[in-house]
């Protein structure tokens, strides 16, 4: 019973408070227009956000095979405009890997601040992980599965071939 007096209420609240406002008994509140202009999300994100982001996008298409944006989306990280006032602070999308706290429990490091190949394969793995949604459209056929049995096996095969400290005397 409460469920239909909510149901009604919320359908016909435009028209009762119509009501009320012709009657003079609720009083008409005009709604407030608020341009801040702003400009586009893309003009709002600081130079080094959008030369970031778009890095790691590259990197990740070309290394990778993951495809995390469109085409309209990468061409606008490439050539909008900062706004001169306006820029959004912390992480500017969604991703984990672009906000600072998730990429240090991750124990991630962006493309462009890796100095080894260690920290370049150990940040290939973590994107391989968070975006393996992402590769099936360019990797058809792709089994995480298999790549990880794969991956096992060539590590035994290199290790198998290393020499220990013991075995040089």
């Not at 709604?31 to 996008?57: I, M, N, P």
């Not at 706290?101 to 150990?122: G, H, I, R, S």
């Amino acid at each position: 019973m409460l469920g239909c007096i909510i149901l009604l209420s919320w359908i016909f609240v435009d028209i009762f408070s119509a009501c009320l406002k012709k009657l003079k008994i609720m009083e008409e509140t005009p709604e407030f227009v608020v341009d801040e202009k702003l400009g586009s999300y893309f003009e709002c994100l600081s130079v080094w956000d959008r030369k970031t982001w778009l890095a790691q996008e590259v990197h990740s298409n070309q290394e990778l095979g993951i495809f995390t944006m469109g085409d309209w989306t990468r061409e606008q990280l490439r050539t909008a405009k900062s706004h001169e006032t306006k820029v959004l602070k912390n992480a500017v999308n969604y991703e984990l890997i672009c906000n600072a706290a998730y990429a240090e429990k991750f124990q991630f490091t962006p493309v462009e601040m890796c100095d080894t190949p260690e920290e370049l394969a150990v940040s290939n793995t973590i994107l391989q992980v968070l975006y393996m949604g992402y590769t099936e459209r360019e990797r058809p056929g792709f089994d995480f599965r298999k790549a990880i049995h794969n991956k096992a096996a060539s590590n035994k095969e290199k290790r198998a071939g290393q020499v220990t400290p013991a075995e040089e005397y």
